[in-house]
């Protein structure tokens, strides 16, 4: 496809000297790249070139430790981590479950729980984000509580939010089926190990051990304020969240019964003691959700003797496990695949990087990614054109839509969420080696069309390094799911910091299929001819 472009390319970065274009490497146009084609200076063509595109097989598997669960990476203070758990089945990819397993800390470490301490209650707390304008609250109830022996008059206010959509994926429609998910918290019994690679992909195998509660999560967090009505004093408030009711007699033995005893004296002893906690679904099918682990916390209610002047009471106390990172917890996203049956599965046994793939499947959390490739033919012809026709390249664009098949199902909750990166290729594993000179230089590399639904990301610093400056090699731009992580202080952590590890995403694409001629993933180059 070739046509004639003759306007001002006043949003182009490319500047003019002499016969040749050079690029602007300003993230910001300016007026120089105009002078070529100002009063028919010049022609500007539009050229498309196919491009060889092939999917790319992780085996089901992800670096998925605390490492790469970040958000957002602070510096100067604590980063932001997310896990995912949950399960999700549809006839594309076939089914994905995530588990979240963790390491606890004590909020204090060889804590004294009193004299004879008693476990009144433990309750795992959990935080997704939620609409908080979306409240559903019927007003505060009157009832009877018992405070130790006396029974209480007391006003329970319970407020009810829905856990907000971006971080849900799957069949999450209320009312609907496959909407409520069992929540299993169990023992881990393996020490995690975080300087092993044993404890750092998402296939890992840790053993468990004690049932210690679930509940059913119905996709919604409650907030609870229990009031005194005798005196309007709060007895109990609860921010918005997901609790789980633990078992007693565990932590009465795994922790009360060890008061001043070694297992509780420090970290490190404590974390090899009680090893730390799993969290999982009953169900194949349903949804996934992501949550924050930094605001997660296991709240162990108890009682121990006091002695008041010869009176004996047993006030009330609380204690906290913690599984926020920035106390240095051990963590691992599991993920498991079902996926031999789905498309997905059977396009494996076809993979081919010398003509590439018709369907192109990319999919987060250790799911397939896309590589895409310049033929040779089509990198010496540009050079040639550039050399012999002063035909210098004013943009290049790879153009990806996504397939008729997946097109209603795209979600994109988290706006341009995929990366594109230039990789290594060694026995098909693929390294990412840098950004694209393009995302280095801080143009807008991605755009996003909705219709027709398609993904065109910006590599013209890329091929012209390549083709004209000599700079550049044409290694394969590997394409994965997930954005770039930013960090607090506002640019971006690192070509290697993104949320690939739980972005819960995933999209099938039109390849290198010929039958499509403009679907099919392509190569767009704008170049510039001085006459």
């Avoid at 004093?233 to 997901?242: E, I, K, N, Q």
């Avoid at 605001?295 to 002047?309: Q, S």
């Avoid at 209603?408 to 990789?423: F, M």
Wanted: charged share 20%; glycine share 8%; net charge neutral.
């Amino acid at each position: 496809m070739t046509h004639t472009v003759k306007r001002t390319f006043a949003m182009l970065f490319v500047a003019v000297l002499g016969s040749a274009l050079l690029y602007n490497c300003e993230p910001e146009a300016d007026s120089l790249g105009e002078q070529l084609f100002l009063d028919g200076a010049a022609e500007g063509n539009v050229t498309s070139y196919p491009l060889v595109a092939y999917n790319i097989n992780n085996n089901d598997s992800i670096r998925s430790d605390a490492g790469r669960l970040f958000s957002l990476i602070n510096s100067t203070g604590v980063s932001t981590s997310a896990g995912i758990i949950g399960a999700f089945s549809e006839p594309q990819f076939g089914m994905q479950k995530a588990s979240f397993i963790s390491q606890l800390r004590m909020s204090s470490d060889n804590f004294d729980f009193g004299k004879n301490p008693k476990v009144d209650s433990v309750v795992l707390v959990m935080k997704p984000q939620y609409v908080a304008d979306s409240v559903k609250a019927p007003g505060a109830k009157d009832e009877n509580i018992l405070i130790g022996t006396v029974s209480t008059p007391v006003s329970t206010d319970i407020k009810t939010y829905p856990v907000d959509y971006r971080v849900k994926y799957g069949k999450t429609k209320t009312g609907g089926t496959n909407t409520l998910l069992h929540i299993n918290v169990d023992e881990v019994t393996t020490f995690l190990d975080a300087n092993s690679n044993d404890f750092k992909y998402s296939n890992v195998t840790v053993g468990t051990g004690t049932a210690l509660g679930s509940a059913v999560f119905d996709g919604n967090v409650k907030a609870v304020t229990v009031t005194k009505k005798s005196d309007n004093s709060t007895l109990f408030a609860a921010d918005a969240g997901f609790r789980i009711r633990l078992n007693n007699d565990f932590f009465q033995t795994k922790i009360l019964d060890k008061s001043g005893k070694p297992e509780l004296q420090d970290a490190a002893n404590f974390i090899r003691y009680f090893k730390g906690i799993k969290l999982s679904v009953d169900e194949t099918d349903g949804y996934l959700f992501q949550f924050s682990p930094d605001n997660m916390e296991v709240i162990m209610y108890y009682t121990n003797e006091k002695n008041d002047n010869g009176t004996i009471t047993r006030p009330q106390s609380s204690f906290k496990l913690l599984l926020r990172g920035g106390v240095g917890n051990a963590r691992i996203g599991k993920y498991e695949y079902s996926n031999d049956t789905s498309e997905w599965g059977k396009a494996i046994a076809g993979i081919n990087q010398n003509v590439g793939n018709e369907k192109l499947y990319l999919q987060g959390m250790g799911g397939p990614s896309i590589a895409v490739k310049i033929p040779d033919a089509t990198i010496n012809e540009l050079k040639a054109l550039y050399k012999d026709n002063k035909a210098a390249i004013v943009s290049a664009k790879i153009r990806l839509y996504v397939d008729e098949v997946w097109k209603n199902k795209l979600r994109r909750a988290t706006g341009n969420n995929v990366t594109i990166l230039p990789s290594l290729e060694t026995a098909g594993v693929f390294t990412p080696t840098a950004y694209l000179p393009d995302i280095a230089a801080g143009f807008t590399w991605l755009n996003y069309s909705a219709d027709p639904s398609y993904y065109e990301f910006t590599v013209t610093k890329t091929v012209k390094d390549i083709v004209e400056n000599g700079t550049g090699t044409n290694n394969p731009l590997v394409i994965n799911m997930g954005q770039f992580v930013a960090t607090a202080a506002g640019p971006l952590a690192g070509f290697k910091s993104t949320n690939r590890a739980f972005e819960m995403e995933r999209a099938v694409f039109v390849g290198s299929d010929a039958s499509k001629t403009k679907e099919r993933i392509q190569l767009y180059i704008t170049y510039g001819i001085k006459k």
